[in-house]
Antibody
Framework: EVQLQQSGPELEKPGASVKISCKASGYSFTGYNMNWVKQSNGKSLEWIGNIDPYYGGTSYNQKFKGKATLTVDKSSSTAYMQLKSLTSEDSAVYYC???????????WGQGTTLTVSS | DIQMTQSPASLSASVGETVTITCRASENIYSYLAWYQQKQGKSPQLLVYNAKTLAEGVPSRFSGSGSGTQFSLKINSLQPEDFGSYYCQHHYGTPYTFGGGTKLEIK
């Protein structure tokens, strides 16, 4: 069974950084791009970027360049997203999602809630 | 970036009714469109890909259509479990973008 298990909720102060994890199981981790999606306050979804776990290549939404950094650890089948210089605008639920080429995001993590507050 | 415009933003319907949600792309995306359902407090789930192909396990009362810039998701004979939010998303190159969402509520 494919599962994407994300790390727990985070409470950070403005200006800090945070690293969210997404542990994959039930499939070949290096065979599918991993994507990250932001959902602010129950509103719509924004694609942050993706990473090819096999080669490590990344693609970012221009809006999140400089804000988000995507990495993977192939040995543990885990994808990471680091967000830096946090502001209240970064408070949101962040999802990892597996991309199936030319289909869509077929599996999603349960979401990680990030709250940025002093 | 390609803009995705969904309508209506909210919709109230009764069990057994048929509803249609539309999605318009700001440029031609051929059939590179997916639809997702999201229930309150849960992750989105893939319903339809390539504009009209149902994802595995999705009931046949759901159907997708369209190509180019105009797309729709139709739900026949609404069931209680169908209520929630629906999003369209293009994947004709990055950045992938989503529609603003349609909240389907019980009348």
């Amino acid at each position: 069974e494919v599962q994407l298990q994300q790390s727990g909720p985070e409470l950070e102060k403005p200006g800090a950084s945070v690293k969210i994890s997404c542990k994959a199981s039930g499939y070949s981790f290096t065979g599918y791009n991993m994507n990250w999606v932001k959902q602010s306050n129950g509103k719509s979804l924004e694609w942050i970027g993706n990473i090819d776990p096999y080669y490590g290549g990344t693609s970012y939404n221009q809006k999140f360049k400089g804000k988000a950094t995507l990495t993977v650890d192939k040995s543990s089948s885990t994808a990471y997203m680091q967000l830096k210089s946090l502001t209240s605008e970064d408070s949101a639920v962040y999802y990892c999602a597996r991309w199936v080429g030319n289909w869509g995001f077929d599996y999603w993590g349960q979401g990680t809630t990030l709250t940025v507050s002093s | 970036d390609i803009q995705m415009t969904q309508s209506p933003a909210s919709l109230s319907a009764s069990v057994g009714e048929t509803v249609t949600i539309t999605c318009r792309a700001s440029e031609n995306i051929y059939s590179y469109l997916a639809w997702y359902q999201q229930k309150q407090g849960k992750s989105p789930q893939l319903l339809v890909y390539n504009a009209k192909t149902l994802a595995e396990g999705v009931p046949s009362r759901f159907s997708g259509s369209g190509s180019g810039t105009q797309f729709s998701l139709k739900i026949n004979s609404l069931q209680p479990e169908d209520f929630g939010s629906y999003y369209c998303q293009h994947h004709y190159g990055t950045p992938y973008t989503f529609g603003g969402g349609t909240k389907l509520e019980i009348k």
